[in-house]
């Protein structure tokens, strides 16, 4: 739930002394940043309207405060006066404005302010009303809650509805979904109907009354809150239609993207995820007699939706004829109306409201309305994150003309930190050229708050001097130098430099607020309540001092002071359950239970399955005694979130004691130990028990238990059993040892004698995740003995990150044999779970089911170890495994996961900038397309930042490109982006690597995969963006054959990636050797490589310091001793480019001397065998990761007298696994002999073994041929 932030946000300070005060949003336990808009971006009403710094927003650039009233004031009517001048749209931006200047001095100011803003009849009408909204929070602030609510009442505000939901919304899918609300949306509504909703049946309800304010907030009513849809519906009539329809006009914003009906027509779309903001589209409708079905449905992504919508006349001016009404028993009258044919309104041409008005401005590309557009987006929350507009449309105003404002702002907006440098320096150098007083000021915050936020953070300080020089009242400058002195110990100095400028504007809210915190951190208690007493008349609205004032009392046992303080905390924020929370808390602290109570049941009201309230109210039940309660909540918070574990333990705790399902199916240890003395058969390791039990929740959570038991049968075997380790994710799992112990032989039982966790970080290769190794080690174990390792990995986040999807691949098989391999599958019987067929011979499954559960029960006993041989397929894939998912299908999977990373494919101006500088000059796509893969490949460090989701979701690209790091899924994002930016259309495709093998295509799931690289349809190309030394064509043997699936935006297709024939991954080595009397030879080499070498060529080679001795060390083996004298390469920077080595240098004993004949061998002898059939039999398939061809060309120069004994013979032979040939030309003592053997099948079947070992032992008979010679003496 959001509260409402009331914090004034001045840049280049922190929280600090309490500028930045997180006002009743802390009821939340939420504060608001320093940045120019929060990355949380549903908030209370009142709060989104103090959320942009004013160093941004300004009309100037950062707020310049004065204690000189006589220049506040003028400021203050200039802004007043911009709101009339501008008009529509261009009036918000000074409104809101005026708005920002709330904490800087005295409030009444501004009050008075918007209220003449608000009267002025030179005002368009909808300005006013937003006037009027803020004139109300201006009450609410002041503490005149009756005045706020009825001023927001009188400006047409609904606060009254029927609610349903929540939806689902996973990947953004739900606005185009018709959920049941909307396929009913045509009849009466029904308040006993029920929906399928998210993770439960839902149904219409009455909303209590609770959102005086001008906001609904729908995260407020339904869990869960995140990813989900809601739907508002109220009736609205006017009486004056009786004597003919009547014209109206509808207002309307929300958080998250939303759609409005009226009459059961769709009126009004916004498909953007923004945050709240009232007001911000319009429509016009007529109205006829009698009552009308109005309804609203917002969805929200990770923030809950929120809406505020508002009734008016045609010109946007409130209507208080208007008459509004949830109750349900309009409900058929509603149903009656209906728009007739042709009356249906035309929504394309009637959508008003600053929105559309600020866009359709912004096309005209005029510096000022692109400003205007940008600072409106920021300071309504009005910018879709997944979009970034506002900030390229600060960057084009910047760069069209720019001013000091404006290039701050572009700065501020900037992805990151260098990128706001750059903006800083250029409004420097306009305020040298000669700037206004605020503009020099606004670049001096600028720059000190940037310097701030650097490593040497004091080096802002002569930077807020030279600001003070300027204004030694300006409240941003005071503040941070405050900051620093604290920080720097020196408290006195800085409450003495606040005093003074408190002194000067005592009825600034900063001010006081920020002197208060100075005091109490020097324990000056007395005058910081003083102070803070004076704040809290200024800001009622301040959650976060009403709870400090709530504990304070409750310490000085003042009951008088608490009941005030906790009945406006509840009264400012009557929609928060943490509000109410809260005041329930502070009822206990008075022992008061039966208050306490009633705040639980109201928050209960607003969120029936809140499960939050429904712990704390069972606490206060059994803070009571009335345990049947506690346990009766208990219960239902284990129907709403199974996954909650100390709930779960606490309820079997009150209960008989009994074995846990799952563990049940434990075995005992009298049954494996009858196994201990069976004969070892020559094993080092034997598993005697394998179990796990996966328990599925309905939300998809889960939790598992294990048992293992295993036995050392050697000395070696025992060493290295002392430690068992598996791994879990820290941020969602929790981990519980249940049991581990050894059973000797003996009949001794010894338990573990440490257990702990570790990092599963792998620094060397820049990945970091939240994985974590969990251990357990046991004392000395001896050959024979049986260890057993009962434990638990348990789900305990709050909800499934992945929508309610369940998938996992459990192994029934091991490289060592396994006694009893188990798996067990319970699940709610309410949902369907698809499985693969398991090929394990004895393999049994039963399917049975239990109440509410079905289980799923596969055994198999006396599983034979899988024998590990040279070139077998990867185990992931050999290994016997049971594979289940709640996808049935690759499309139902794949259309979920387009919706989690859709919006990661959104480029901002920096990328468009940077794709264009690339490809410039540039026209054909296939030489685009290689410039965006090299500039990924070799711009873009690989680090791979895997936490929680980012697991499986790439970062934005717009933040890949600023970090200039990443990892595949993230640098598959940036390729595709940048591709799209050019129009060629690519996709993203998610790879399992030939480094786990293939896999079933059925279940669906995530779980087989590993990988991420892009696709371009049209050139039929997969770009591997993290093969750094790979050319676009050159697709890494990691990749060649692999299962893949192309996401193709939400129409997912499978397929085997490409594995490209051999002719195109060619090594080819020539050698030129003229060989002296004593067999020494003088060498010329000309190496190279394509395709799948290439790679690791390029990079082997690339430092020219040590290419001499690497080349000697490659040599070596078939030339001993050899010395390089020289050697080159061409460009190994151009990955497009074939690797091509030369060098020049001497072999001894290049000739061989047998007596009074020579030898040398013209080709590797048995190379073909020792690479790829060194085995006499084999009983798993060969995987060959790539098809490759060998080409070897050897030139020999015989020295004079020579006569030649034999020579190779000119051969060749095919078969279906490759090629070979052998070229010989002999003619005057010049003898040139060219091998080549390819490899051409990357797979070959265990029973197709003895004939492609034949073709091995054939061709390297063939490829080793010598020639023999003598010399004349």
Same mark, same amino acid.
């Given at each position: 739930?959001?509260?409402?932030?009331?914090?004034?946000?001045?840049p280049?300070?922190?929280?600090?002394?309490?500028?930045?005060?997180s006002?009743?949003?802390?009821?939340?336990?939420?504060?608001?940043s320093?940045?120019?808009?929060?990355?949380s971006?549903?908030?209370?009403?009142?709060?989104?309207?103090?959320?942009v710094?004013?160093?941004?927003?300004?009309?100037?650039?950062?707020?310049?405060?004065?204690?000189?009233?006589?220049?506040r004031?003028?400021?203050?009517?200039?802004?007043q006066?911009?709101?009339?001048?501008?008009?529509?749209?261009?009036?918000?931006?000074?409104?809101r404005?005026?708005w920002s200047?709330?904490?800087?001095g005295?409030?009444?100011?501004i009050?008075?302010?918007?209220?003449?803003?608000?009267?002025?009849?030179r005002?368009a009408?909808?300005?006013?009303?937003?006037?009027?909204?803020l004139?109300?929070y201006?009450?609410?602030?002041?503490?005149?809650?009756?005045?706020?609510?009825?001023?927001i009442?009188?400006l047409?505000?609904v606060?009254?509805?029927?609610?349903?939901g929540?939806?689902d919304?996973?990947?953004?899918?739900?606005?185009?979904?018709?959920?049941?609300?909307?396929e009913?949306?045509?009849?009466p509504?029904s308040?006993?109907?029920?929906?399928?909703?998210?993770?439960r049946?839902?149904?219409?309800?009455?909303?209590p009354?609770?959102?005086?304010?001008?906001?609904?907030?729908?995260?407020?009513?339904?869990?869960?809150?995140?990813?989900?849809?809601a739907?508002?519906?109220?009736?609205?009539r006017?009486?004056?239609?009786?004597?003919?329809?009547?014209p109206?006009?509808?207002?309307f914003?929300?958080?998250?993207?939303?759609?409005?009906?009226?009459?059961?027509?769709e009126v009004?779309?916004?498909t953007k995820?923004?945050?709240?903001?009232?007001?911000?589209?319009?429509?016009?409708?007529?109205?006829?007699?009698?009552?009308?079905?109005?309804?609203?449905?917002v969805?929200g992504?990770?923030?809950?939706?929120?809406?505020s919508l508002?009734?008016?006349d045609?010109?946007?001016?409130?209507d208080?004829?208007?008459?509004?009404d949830?109750?349900p028993?309009?409900?058929k009258e509603a149903?009656?109306?209906?728009?007739?044919?042709?009356?249906?309104?035309?929504?394309?041409?009637?959508?008003?409201?600053?929105?559309?008005?600020f866009?359709?401005?912004?096309a005209r590309?005029?510096?000022?309305?692109?400003e205007?557009?940008?600072?409106w987006?920021?300071?309504?929350?009005?910018?879709?994150?997944?979009?970034?507009l506002?900030?390229?449309?600060?960057?084009?105003?910047?760069?069209?003309?720019?001013?000091?404002?404006r290039?701050?702002l572009?700065?501020?907006?900037?992805?990151?930190?260098n990128?706001?440098?750059?903006?800083?320096?250029?409004?420097?150098?306009?305020?040298?050229?000669?700037?206004?007083?605020?503009?020099?000021?606004?670049?001096?915050?600028?720059?000190?708050?940037?310097?701030?936020?650097?490593?040497?953070?004091r080096?802002a300080?002569?930077?807020?001097?030279?600001?003070?020089?300027?204004?030694?009242?300006?409240?941003a400058?005071?503040?941070?130098?405050?900051?620093?002195?604290?920080?720097?110990?020196?408290?006195?100095?800085?409450?003495?430099?606040?005093t003074?400028?408190l002194?000067?504007?005592p009825?600034s809210?900063?001010?006081?607020?920020?002197?208060?915190?100075?005091?109490r951190?020097?324990?000056?208690?007395?005058?910081?309540?003083?102070?803070?007493?004076? !704040?809290s008349? #200024?800001r009622?609205?301040?959650?976060? %001092?009403?709870?400090d *004032?709530?504990e /304070?009392? =409750? @310490?000085?046992? $003042?009951?008088?002071?608490?009941?005030?303080?906790?009945?406006?905390?509840?009264e400012?924020?009557?929609?928060?359950?943490?509000?109410?929370?809260?005041?329930?808390?502070? !009822?206990?602290g #008075?022992?008061?239970?039966?208050?306490? %109570?009633?705040?639980? *049941?109201?928050? /209960?009201? =607003? @969120?029936?399955e $809140?499960v939050?309230s429904?712990?704390?109210?069972?606490?206060?039940?059994?803070?009571?005694?009335?345990?049947?309660?506690?346990?009766?909540?208990?219960?239902?918070?284990?129907?709403i979130r199974?996954q909650?574990?100390?709930v779960?333990?606490?309820?079997?705790?009150?209960e008989?004691?009994r @074995?846990?399902? $799952?563990?049940?199916?434990?075995?005992?240890?009298?049954?494996?130990?009858?196994?201990?003395?069976k004969?070892?058969?020559g094993?080092?390791?034997?598993?005697?028990?394998?179990?796990?039990?996966s328990?599925?929740?309905?939300?998809?959570?889960?939790?598992?238990f294990?048992q293992?038991?295993?036995?050392?049968l050697?000395?070696?075997?025992?060493?290295?059993?002392?430690?068992?380790?598996?791994?879990?994710?820290?941020?969602?799992?929790?981990?519980q040892?249940?049991?581990?112990?050894?059973y000797?032989?003996?009949g001794?039982?010894?338990e573990a004698?440490?257990?702990?966790?570790?990092?599963?970080?792998?620094?060397g290769?820049?990945?970091?995740?939240?994985?974590?190794?969990?251990?357990?080690?046991?004392?000395?174990?001896?050959?024979?003995?049986?260890?057993?390792?009962?434990?638990?990995?348990?789900d305990?986040?709050?909800?499934?990150?992945?929508?309610?999807?369940f998938?996992?691949?459990?192994?029934?098989?091991?490289?060592?044999?396994?006694?009893?391999?188990?798996?067990v599958?319970?699940?709610?019987?309410?949902?369907?779970?698809?499985?693969?067929?398991?090929?394990?011979?004895?393999?049994?499954?039963?399917v049975?089911?239990?109440?509410?559960?079905?289980?799923y029960?596969?055994?198999?006993?006396n599983?034979?170890?899988?024998?590990?041989?040279p070139?077998q397929?990867?185990?992931?894939?050999?290994?016997?495994?049971v594979?289940?998912?709640t996808y049935?299908?690759?499309?139902?999977?794949?259309?979920?996961?387009w919706?989690?990373?859709?919006?990661?494919?959104?480029?901002?101006?920096?990328?468009?900038?940077r794709?264009?500088?690339?490809t410039?000059?540039?026209?054909?796509?296939?030489?685009?397309?290689?410039?965006v893969?090299?500039y990924?490949?070799?711009?873009t460090?690989?680090?791979?930042?895997?936490?929680?989701i980012?697991?499986?979701?790439?970062?934005?690209?717009?933040?890949?490109?600023?970090?200039?790091?990443?990892?595949?899924?993230?640098?598959?994002t940036?390729?595709?982006?940048?591709?799209?930016?050019l129009?060629?259309?690519?996709?993203?495709?998610?790879?399992?690597?030939g480094?786990?093998?293939?896999?079933?295509?059925e279940p669906?799931?995530?779980?087989?995969?590993d990988?991420?690289?892009a696709?371009?349809?049209?050139m039929?190309?997969?770009?591997?963006?993290?093969?750094e030394?790979?050319?676009s064509?050159?697709l890494?043997?990691?990749?060649?054959?692999?299962?893949a699936?192309q996401?193709?935006e939400?129409?997912p297709?499978?397929?085997?990636l490409?594995?490209?024939?051999?002719?195109?991954?060619?090594?080819?080595?020539?050698?030129?050797?003229?060989?002296?009397?004593?067999?020494?030879?003088?060498?010329s080499l000309k190496?190279?490589a394509?395709?799948?070498?290439?790679?690791?060529?390029?990079?082997?080679?690339?430092?020219?310091?040590t290419?001499?001795?690497?080349?000697?060390?490659?040599l070596?083996s078939?030339?001993?001793?050899?010395?390089?004298s020289?050697?080159s390469?061409?460009d190994?920077?151009?990955?497009?480019?074939?690797?091509?080595?030369?060098?020049?240098?001497?072999?001894?004993?290049?000739?061989?001397?047998d007596?009074?004949t020579?030898?040398?061998?013209?080709?590797?002898?048995?190379?073909?065998?020792?690479t790829?059939a060194?085995?006499?039999?084999?009983?798993?398939?060969?995987?060959?990761?790539a098809?490759?061809?060998?080409?070897?060309?050897t030139?020999?120069?015989?020295?004079?007298g020579?006569?030649?004994?034999?020579?190779?013979?000119?051969?060749?032979?095919?078969?279906p696994?490759?090629t070979?040939?052998?070229?010989?030309?002999?003619?005057?003592?010049v003898v040139?002999?060219?091998?080549?053997?390819?490899?051409?099948?990357?797979?070959?079947?265990a029973?197709?073994?003895?004939?492609?070992?034949?073709?091995?032992?054939?061709?390297?008979?063939?490829?080793?041929?010598?020639?023999?010679?003598?010399?004349?003496?």
């Amino acid at each position: 739930m959001r509260e409402v932030p009331s914090a004034l946000e001045v840049p280049g300070t922190s929280s600090g002394y309490g500028l930045l005060d997180s006002g009743p949003r802390a009821a939340d336990n939420r504060g608001v940043s320093n940045a120019p808009f929060s990355p949380s971006r549903r908030r209370g009403f009142a709060g989104f309207l103090l959320l942009v710094s004013a160093v941004v927003l300004g009309p100037s650039g950062p707020l310049v405060a004065s204690a000189d009233v006589g220049q506040r004031l003028p400021k203050l009517t200039k802004l007043q006066d911009e709101v009339a001048r501008g008009g529509m749209p261009l009036g918000y931006v000074p409104l809101r404005q005026l708005w920002s200047e709330w904490d800087q001095g005295d409030p009444n100011e501004i009050e008075e302010a918007i209220r003449a803003v608000a009267a002025d009849t030179r005002v368009a009408p909808p300005l006013r009303a937003y006037a009027g909204l803020l004139e109300g929070y201006a009450r609410r602030r002041r503490g005149d809650l009756a005045g706020a609510k009825a001023r927001i009442h009188d400006l047409g505000f609904v606060s009254r509805w029927i609610v349903t939901g929540p939806f689902d919304n996973e990947g953004k899918a739900g606005l185009d979904r018709a959920f049941g609300p909307e396929e009913e949306i045509h009849e009466p509504l029904s308040m006993m109907r029920t929906y399928d909703g998210k993770e439960r049946p839902v149904q219409n309800r009455l909303a209590p009354d609770t959102f005086p304010y001008g906001w609904v907030d729908l995260g407020s009513m339904v869990r869960p809150q995140e990813n989900v849809c809601a739907f508002a519906t109220t009736f609205v009539r006017d009486p004056r239609a009786k004597s003919g329809p009547r014209p109206f006009s509808i207002w309307f914003g929300s958080a998250g993207a939303a759609k409005v009906y009226f009459d059961g027509t769709e009126v009004l779309r916004d498909t953007k995820y923004r945050g709240l903001d009232a007001d911000r589209f319009s429509t016009n409708l007529t109205m006829k007699d009698g009552w009308h079905r109005l309804t609203v449905k917002v969805c929200g992504d990770d923030d809950a939706p929120m809406f505020s919508l508002r009734l008016a006349d045609p010109s946007g001016a409130p209507d208080s004829n208007i008459e509004i009404d949830p109750d349900p028993v309009h409900a058929k009258e509603a149903a009656a109306s209906r728009f007739k044919k042709g009356e249906a309104p035309a929504a394309k041409t009637i959508v008003g409201g600053p929105a559309p008005a600020f866009e359709k401005l912004a096309a005209r590309e005029d510096a000022a309305a692109l400003e205007a557009y940008a600072r409106w987006l920021v300071l309504t929350q009005s910018d879709d994150p997944a979009e970034n507009l506002a900030r390229n449309l600060a960057r084009r105003a910047a760069e069209k003309a720019p001013t000091v404002p404006r290039c701050l702002l572009a700065g501020e907006l900037a992805e990151n930190r260098n990128q706001h440098a750059l903006w800083i320096d250029k409004a420097e150098e306009i305020a040298k050229r000669g700037a206004s007083l605020d503009d020099r000021i606004a670049a001096l915050l600028a720059r000190a708050g940037h310097t701030r936020s650097g490593a040497h953070f004091r080096d802002a300080i002569p930077y807020y001097d030279k600001v003070l020089a300027l204004d030694p009242d300006n409240v941003a400058g005071n503040l941070a130098r405050v900051e620093l002195y604290s920080e720097a110990g020196l408290r006195e100095t800085a409450l003495a430099s606040l005093t003074r400028t408190l002194d000067r504007r005592p009825r600034s809210i900063a001010l006081l607020r920020a002197t208060a915190g100075a005091l109490r951190e020097i324990e000056r208690t007395t005058e910081a309540d003083e102070l803070t007493e004076r !704040y809290s008349q #200024l800001r009622f609205d301040d959650s976060s %001092v009403v709870s400090d *004032r709530i504990e /304070l009392a =409750l @310490a000085r046992r $003042d009951e008088k002071a608490a009941a005030r303080w906790i009945e406006r905390l509840v009264e400012t924020n009557p929609d928060s359950p943490r509000a109410l929370a809260t005041a329930a808390k502070a !009822y206990i602290g #008075l022992g008061d239970r039966a208050k306490a %109570v009633a705040m639980h *049941r109201r928050a /209960l009201d =607003l @969120a029936p399955e $809140d499960v939050t309230s429904m712990r704390a109210l069972a606490d206060v039940y059994a803070l009571g005694g009335q345990t049947d309660e506690q346990i009766r909540l208990l219960k239902k918070v284990l129907e709403i979130r199974p996954q909650d574990k100390d709930v779960r333990e606490y309820v079997a705790h009150t209960e008989p004691s009994r @074995a846990r399902a $799952d563990e049940a199916y434990a075995r005992p240890s009298a049954e494996f130990l009858k196994l201990r003395d069976k004969p070892a058969d020559g094993k080092h390791r034997r598993t005697l028990v394998d179990l796990q039990v996966s328990t599925v929740f309905p939300n998809g959570l889960s939790s598992r238990f294990h048992q293992i038991v295993f036995q050392p049968l050697t000395e070696a075997a025992a060493a290295e059993g002392r430690e068992y380790g598996f791994s879990f994710a820290a941020d969602t799992e929790t981990v519980q040892l249940r049991g581990a112990r050894i059973y000797r032989k003996g009949g001794q039982i010894d338990e573990a004698i440490e257990s702990g966790e570790g990092s599963t970080d792998d620094p060397g290769m820049a990945m970091y995740t939240s994985g974590r190794a969990f251990y357990v080690h046991f004392p000395r174990l001896n050959p024979g003995d049986v260890v057993e390792l009962l434990y638990r990995v348990e789900d305990i986040a709050p909800r499934n990150a992945f929508a309610d999807y369940f998938g996992e691949v459990t192994y029934m098989q091991s490289t060592e044999p396994i006694a009893r391999s188990e798996y067990v599958l319970i699940t709610p019987k309410s949902r369907q779970f698809y499985f693969n067929k398991p090929n394990l011979p004895g393999l049994t499954q039963k399917v049975e089911e239990k109440g509410n559960e079905r289980i799923y029960h596969y055994v198999a006993e006396n599983v034979p170890a899988m024998e590990s041989e040279p070139l077998q397929p990867p185990l992931a894939e050999a290994l016997a495994h049971v594979h289940v998912s709640t996808y049935k299908n690759l499309d139902d999977m794949g259309r979920w996961y387009w919706g989690l990373v859709k919006d990661q494919f959104t480029a901002d101006d920096e990328v468009r900038r940077r794709v264009a500088e690339i490809t410039k000059g540039l026209t054909d796509d296939k030489a685009k397309v290689r410039a965006v893969y090299n500039y990924v490949v070799q711009k873009t460090r690989y680090v791979a930042l895997e936490f929680g989701i980012h697991g499986f979701k790439p970062y934005r690209c717009a933040q890949i490109f600023a970090r200039g790091f990443g990892d595949c899924k993230d640098k598959a994002t940036l390729i595709v982006t940048m591709l799209k930016e050019l129009g060629i259309p690519a996709t993203f495709v998610v790879v399992r690597t030939g480094m786990r093998g293939d896999f079933e295509t059925e279940p669906a799931s995530l779980a087989p995969f590993d990988h991420a690289i892009a696709y371009v349809p049209s050139m039929d190309l997969y770009l591997d963006g993290t093969a750094e030394w790979t050319g676009s064509t050159e697709l890494p043997s990691m990749d060649r054959g692999a299962l893949a699936m192309q996401l193709n935006e939400g129409k997912p297709k499978l397929v085997h990636l490409p594995d490209p024939p051999a002719s195109e991954s060619v090594t080819s080595k020539h050698v030129d050797a003229t060989i002296q009397g004593d067999g020494t030879a003088l060498l010329s080499l000309k190496l190279g490589a394509t395709g799948t070498s290439a790679s690791s060529w390029r990079q082997h080679y690339q430092a020219k310091a040590t290419q001499k001795q690497r080349l000697q060390e490659d040599l070596s083996s078939e030339l001993p001793g050899i010395e390089l004298s020289q050697i080159s390469t061409n460009d190994l920077d151009d990955i497009e480019q074939k690797v091509e080595v030369q060098a020049k240098g001497k072999a001894p004993n290049f000739a061989r001397k047998d007596g009074e004949t020579w030898r040398v061998p013209t080709g590797s002898k048995e190379y073909v065998v020792s690479t790829w059939a060194p085995l006499s039999q084999r009983r798993r398939d060969i995987r060959i990761f790539a098809q490759t061809t060998r080409e070897n060309e050897t030139v020999i120069r015989l020295p004079q007298g020579t006569k030649v004994l034999s020579a190779p013979h000119p051969t060749e032979g095919q078969s279906p696994y490759g090629t070979y040939k052998v070229e010989v030309d002999n003619a005057g003592g010049v003898v040139r002999v060219k091998t080549t053997v390819a490899i051409t099948r990357s797979r070959i079947p265990a029973a197709e073994y003895p004939a492609f070992r034949a073709f091995c032992e054939r061709a390297d008979r063939e490829l080793g041929q010598s020639i023999t010679y003598t010399v004349a003496k």
